[in-house]
């Protein structure tokens, strides 16, 4: 299976002529009245389509999705029978500088989880777009990754110091959790399982055991953080969700026997199966002949074991993997369509970048569905995604937080696009 690339990605923030924010003098970005009509709101909860509604932004909400007039004062956009859609969301990311971050959002993601980062750069873009000196995306943190060799990682904080010798033992782990915890992190990232993109490692191999992991839980839990766990073989994989962690990132080697206890137990499984079709191709964020052989077995894995995730009724969700580099060409558009390729409908795939994910992310009562009273994230596409889940990589607007960063509603084809 091939990579989805029918549409070229952005890059930078794209805004229509008059319609670029010029921040405060307290360097903020203002939050405008809009109102978005003649638009077709796809319910991702229902699966319906709402015809010729207006969709009304104030104070980075939804004010409104109705078949009134606009409000008098707001700023009028006619999106002339387009398609609007929640913004998506990226699970699991390694977005961790500014341009990264508008690169992200230039795809048509409002939303992304930290899968680790080095440090706690993504505790600072939280804050960021929290508090409106970027237009977004929104930003769940994870700081630094739990894992034998942190690295660079304790450059982070010089209290880390001394686990530059290792996090190997279960004392070390709690205090590199208690750590991230103190830092603000929403998340805490460990591992069951090596990695699949290191020419010198076996991504089957366990590397935390069961009890080492419900150590991290624990402590995470004990100031109400989940713990996402990296594992692809089913060993690592099936400690990991015994602990208690709350989704599985990759799961390439998954058991039906943990896919179902992944089921009974509601852990979530973001398989980034785009990152697998990565490591096949030539470029992008992986490009080595060990990792390429390697992807070429993993591959067929990973689609057996995402459909019969999927089968036995695991919730699944997207996630690019990818650090939003100007080298990196996986997207979460991309994996919506690989998802539908492997046997999901288009609603199905797109609830994993929406509902699934906001699920999984703790915030499903503010995100992941154009909704009065929910967060302002949402993208503008040319056909219906329940249609074509291809146009999810060709956003014509994208809004965030209320905030326009892409505006290109004007150059919208008046013909749907060849497949």
């Given at each position: 299976?091939?990579?989805?690339?029918?549409?070229a990605s952005?890059?930078?923030?794209?805004?229509?002529?008059?319609?670029a924010?010029?921040?405060?003098?307290?360097?903020?970005?203002?939050?405008?009245?809009?109102?978005l009509?003649?638009?077709?709101?796809?319910?991702?909860?229902?699966?319906?389509?709402?015809?010729?509604?207006?969709?009304?932004?104030?104070d980075?909400?939804?004010?409104a999705?109705?078949?009134?007039?606009?409000p008098?004062?707001?700023?009028?956009?006619?999106?002339?029978?387009?398609?609007?859609?929640?913004?998506?969301?990226?699970?699991?990311t390694?977005l961790?500088?500014?341009?990264?971050?508008?690169?992200?959002?230039?795809?048509?993601?409002?939303?992304?989880?930290?899968?680790s980062?080095?440090?706690?750069?993504?505790?600072?873009l939280?804050?960021?777009?929290?508090?409106?000196?970027i237009?977004?995306?929104?930003?769940?943190?994870?700081?630094?990754?739990?894992?034998?060799?942190i690295?660079?990682?304790?450059l982070?904080d010089?209290?880390?110091?001394?686990?530059?010798?290792?996090?190997?033992?279960?004392?070390?782990l709690?205090?590199?959790?208690?750590?991230?915890?103190?830092?603000?992190?929403?998340?805490?990232?460990t591992r069951?399982t090596?990695?699949?993109g290191?020419?010198?490692?076996?991504?089957?191999?366990?590397?935390?055991t069961?009890?080492?992991l419900?150590?991290?839980?624990?402590?995470?839990?004990?100031a109400?953080?989940?713990?996402?766990?990296?594992a692809?073989?089913?060993?690592?994989?099936?400690?990991?969700?015994l602990?208690?962690?709350?989704s599985?990132?990759?799961?390439?080697?998954?058991?039906?026997?943990?896919?179902?206890?992944?089921?009974?137990?509601?852990?979530?499984?973001v398989?980034t199966?785009?990152?697998?079709?990565?490591?096949?191709?030539?470029?992008?964020?992986?490009?080595?002949?060990?990792t390429?052989a390697?992807?070429?077995?993993?591959?067929?894995?990973?689609?057996?074991?995402?459909?019969?995730?999927?089968?036995?009724g695991?919730?699944?969700?997207?996630?690019?993997?990818?650090?939003?580099?100007?080298?990196?060409?996986t997207?979460?558009?991309?994996?919506?369509?690989?998802?539908?390729?492997?046997?999901?409908?288009?609603?199905?795939?797109?609830?994993?970048?929406t509902?699934?994910a906001?699920?999984?992310?703790?915030?499903?009562?503010?995100?992941?569905?154009?909704?009065?009273?929910?967060?302002a994230?949402?993208?503008?596409?040319?056909?219906?995604?329940?249609?074509?889940?291809?146009?999810?990589?060709?956003?014509?607007?994208?809004?965030?937080?209320?905030?326009?960063?892409?505006?290109?509603?004007?150059?919208g084809?008046?013909?749907?696009?060849?497949?």
């Amino acid at each position: 299976m091939t990579r989805v690339l029918l549409l070229a990605s952005l890059t930078v923030f794209i805004v229509a002529p008059g319609a670029a924010q010029v921040p405060a003098d307290d360097g903020r970005l203002p939050q405008p009245w809009l109102a978005l009509v003649n638009a077709n709101v796809v319910d991702v909860v229902s699966g319906e389509l709402e015809r010729g509604v207006t969709v009304v932004l104030r104070d980075g909400r939804i004010e409104a999705v109705t078949r009134g007039a606009p409000p008098p004062g707001a700023e009028v956009k006619d999106l002339a029978g387009k398609y609007v859609v929640p913004g998506l969301i990226d699970a699991h990311t390694h977005l961790n500088s500014l341009a990264s971050a508008r690169r992200a959002l230039a795809t048509g993601v409002t939303t992304v989880r930290s899968a680790s980062v080095g440090s706690f750069r993504d505790v600072a873009l939280r804050e960021l777009a929290a508090d409106g000196y970027i237009a977004g995306p929104d930003m769940l943190a994870a700081g630094v990754f739990v894992t034998p060799d942190i690295g660079d990682g304790v450059l982070a904080d010089p209290e880390l110091r001394d686990l530059i010798r290792g996090v190997d033992t279960i004392e070390r782990l709690r205090r590199l959790t208690r750590a991230n915890v103190e830092h603000g992190v929403d998340f805490i990232k460990t591992r069951g399982t090596e990695r699949a993109g290191l020419p010198d490692t076996d991504p089957r191999q366990q590397v935390y055991t069961r009890d080492e992991l419900a150590a991290v839980v624990e402590e995470a839990g004990a100031a109400g953080v989940p713990v996402m766990a990296h594992a692809h073989g089913d060993e690592g994989g099936r400690a990991a969700v015994l602990a208690g962690v709350r989704s599985i990132e990759h799961g390439t080697y998954l058991s039906d026997e943990t896919l179902t206890l992944m089921r009974d137990q509601g852990t979530f499984l973001v398989p980034t199966y785009s990152t697998i079709v990565d490591l096949v191709e030539p470029g992008g964020d992986y490009d080595d002949p060990v990792t390429r052989a390697r992807g070429m077995h993993m591959l067929p894995r990973m689609a057996r074991t995402f459909q019969r995730a999927h089968e036995i009724g695991v919730k699944i969700v997207t996630g690019a993997d990818v650090s939003y580099t100007p080298a990196s060409v996986t997207r979460v558009s991309h994996e919506v369509a690989n998802f539908v390729a492997l046997g999901m409908t288009p609603l199905e795939a797109l609830r994993t970048a929406t509902l699934n994910a906001a699920e999984l992310l703790g915030i499903a009562e503010t995100t992941g569905q154009v909704t009065s009273g929910f967060e302002a994230d949402l993208i503008v596409v040319d056909e219906n995604p329940l249609d074509n889940v291809l146009v999810l990589q060709d956003p014509l607007m994208i809004v965030s937080n209320g905030r326009v960063a892409v505006d290109r509603v004007q150059f919208g084809r008046g013909e749907p696009p060849i497949p």
